[in-house]
């Protein structure tokens, strides 16, 4: 090898170097660092709850103690499937009786309106559910 080809050899791997050095320079000093990982859902912590920790009183939600199963409607009126306090389920027609002190005020298409001494609350029908379901009795 003459002092020439030495020469461009040198120059040639120079430039690679500097090419190499350049583009490990610009990935590493633009590379941003990985995101944090997302925060688990949880539920809301209730103060209610917390506070009988410390000799607080737990309150019940009204209507904790009923729970609806269907909406009929029919010619004369409508009717709800309901139960209430965990007894079997029984057919309740619109302005009737529920249990004492609350009455059926309301039935929409997918929950009812329970009238309970002047306090107006709604109780949902549970979520469809995902499958095909058979009900045997």
């Given amino acids: 090898m003459n002092a020439l080809q ?4 040198s120059l ?3 430039a690679v170097f500097c090419a190499t050095l350049t583009y490990w320079a610009i990935t590493l000093a633009s ?3 990985a995101p944090l990982p997302a925060a688990a ?4 912590v209730s103060v209610e709850q917390a506070a009988t920790l410390f000799g607080g009183q737990l309150t019940r939600s009204i209507n904790q103690d009923v729970r609806l199963f269907g909406v009929l409607s029919l010619r004369d009126g409508a009717a709800a499937i309901i139960s209430t306090g965990g007894e079997p389920s029984r057919a309740v ?3 009737s009786t529920i249990m004492q002190g609350a009455r059926l005020s309301e039935i929409r298409p997918r929950s009812i309106i329970i009238d309970r001494n002047g306090t107006r609350s709604e109780v949902f029908l549970p979520a469809n559910a995902p499958g095909p379901t058979i009900y045997v009795r």
Wanted: glycine share 6%; charged share 10%.
């Fill in 41 to 44: 859902a949880r539920p809301a």
């Fill in 6 to 9: 030495i020469r461009l050899l």
């Fill in 12 to 14: 040639t791997l120079f």
């Fill in 93 to 95: 027609a619109l302005g």
């Fill in 31 to 33: 590379h941003s660092s």
